[in-house]
């Protein structure tokens, strides 16, 4: 690693003492936030506090909950740069994903990526819409323009980074996507991307974009959210509905949101994901983003040093903080063993660095990996 890489990295750092906020880190060198994220002592406190409030109280304490959701929403859509009335806060992604499905057209067409997120691909396959695939590899853009020109999908689903190889898809490729195919609506799961930079979703090339909460942002489980452009929400019929549809959305939601808020949401889930994000925009997204890109270089130089980075990586202008390496359930226990967390997905062996992981970190992985 160069001088000046260190020197940006000490610099760069605002003081934080992670192994206090994340308890984790005091047990594990922990490198599977593509798997889930830590849970901190702030949000552990505050999902407790709202629980002994709503033991000790019952329906007064939930009789607030339509007042703070409305919050959490306005905060979300803060957080994406997406219109209010248009974001939905639901449990999972793929809870939001099937939703929005049943309201698709069947006879629509619906470009994939192939060995994309399973929560993505296998819905879209299982209703039996038309599908068409991009293949994945160093060259995943242009593979998606060919199949756009070729096939004229009506909607593109993907992952805006994959899962095992961590592939990140250029956002700007998106744009230009748009500008040559506008009827092409584009869903993005950013389950593996929400959380690491920043992100204007007005601004962006998608339509429509939902994420999970648990990973990269840390909120805990059973928080996610979806968002949609005014434009495209006439091409969806969605069937969801519950008593929660139309309740308390007046004039400035309507009916359309409500599908995806069907029934009644769990206050403590979606609290900490507002927690998160205050987090998030207290401690500085570009921080975050920075302290992330820097140990993202780091791990693939080191990595790429002992062979152990793909060559259709490698030739990719940018990645993302997740790599997967070729190894075995053996590697995996003696990484497990040496207090090391990863996860087995693919072929091999899929390692994430976050803001929280430090240089300390990598090297604990690169000795256990030549030992």
Request: with cysteine; glycine share 6%.
């Amino acid at each position: 690693m160069s001088n000046l890489l260190k020197l940006r990295l000490s610099s760069s750092q605002p003081m934080h003492n992670f192994k206090q906020l994340f308890p984790a880190l005091q047990n594990y060198t922990y490198l599977n936030t593509a798997s889930h994220g830590l849970l901190s002592t702030t949000l552990v406190d505050h999902k407790n506090q709202l629980t002994i409030q709503l033991a000790q109280q019952g329906s007064v304490f939930t009789d607030e909950r339509g007042e703070k959701i409305n919050k959490i929403r306005k905060t979300v859509s803060l957080f994406i740069d997406a219109a209010e009335s248009l974001t939905a806060l639901i449990p999972n992604f793929s809870l939001g994903f099937n939703a929005l499905l049943e309201g698709i057209d069947e006879k629509s067409k619906f470009l994939l990526v192939q060995d994309d997120y399973p929560s993505v691909n296998w819905p879209v396959e299982a209703r039996g819409f038309e599908c068409v695939y991009a293949a994945l590899n160093a060259t995943l853009e242009e593979n998606i323009w060919q199949a756009c020109e070729q096939h004229k999908p009506d909607f593109l689903a993907l992952s805006l980074v994959q899962y095992i190889s961590g592939i990140k898809l250029d956002l700007e490729f998106l744009k230009d996507l748009k500008v040559q195919f506008p009827q092409l609506i584009v869903i993005a799961d950013a389950t593996q991307f929400i959380g690491v930079e920043e992100f204007r979703f007005r601004e962006s090339g998608i339509d429509i974009i939902a994420a999970s909460c648990y990973k990269w942002l840390n909120a805990g489980d059973g928080n996610a959210f979806m968002a949609f452009k005014e434009e495209v929400a006439d091409r969806v019929k969605p069937k969801f509905t519950g008593y929660n549809s139309k309740l308390g959305f007046k004039n400035d939601r309507g009916a359309f949101m409500g599908h995806f808020e069907p029934g009644h949401q769990d206050l403590a889930a979606f609290s900490a994901l507002q927690k998160a994000i205050e987090f998030v925009n207290d401690y500085g997204l570009n921080n975050i983003s920075s302290q992330i890109n820097e140990m993202a270089i780091m791990t693939e130089n080191q990595l790429s040093q002992l062979g152990l980075i793909d060559e259709m990586v490698l030739a990719r202008k940018q990645h993302s903080s997740i790599f997967n390496i070729p190894g075995d359930e053996a590697l995996y226990n003696r990484l497990k063993k040496s207090h090391i967390i990863t996860s087995q997905r693919g072929s091999g062996i899929r390692i994430s660095f976050s803001y929280f992981n430090d240089q300390k970190d990598l090297h604990n992985l690169i000795d256990c990996l030549n030992g």
